[in-house]
């Protein structure tokens, strides 16, 4: 799946499960109001991966983050938590215009190479 959409607006929302593939074009996870997410699938990266939204609740990536294609980009105003001990090889951008955080949970929140 290419985009996933976070509409929460009140406490903490909880997404689970086997793990998840970013491949294609556009793969996009999306914050889009106040409630905040925690995302504990692994998750793999086989293309550019964008965290992004108008949202300003926060997201917290808690698993893993693997794979070799692409890059990792955060934009938007809300903050954004790596937890997992990751091992993606990808270029890590923070294109954050109207203020937000990247927050590293983690000694390897950044995989490899960032």
């Known amino acids: ?10 406490g903490t929302n909880f997404l689970s499960g086997g793990s998840i593939t970013f491949a294609g074009s556009n793969a996009v996870l999306r ?3 106040s409630g ?9 990266l086989a ?13 917290t ?7 070799t294609a692409g890059q990792f980009t955060k934009q938007g105003a809300f903050n954004l938590v790596l937890r997992g001990s990751n091992t993606f090889v990808a270029p890590v951008l923070m294109d954050s215009p ?6 590293l949970a983690s000694l390897y929140g950044l995989g490899a190479n960032s």
């Open 47 to 59: 293309t550019n991966l964008t965290v992004r939204g108008n949202g300003l609740g926060t997201v």
């Open 98 to 103: 109207g203020g937000g955080m990247l927050t």
């Open 36 to 44: 905040a997410f925690v995302i504990s699938n692994r998750l793999v």
């Open 1 to 10: 799946m290419a985009d996933y959409r976070f509409n929460g607006t009140t």
């Open 31 to 33: 914050q889009n109001n």
């Open 61 to 67: 990536l808690a698993s893993n983050i693997t794979g």
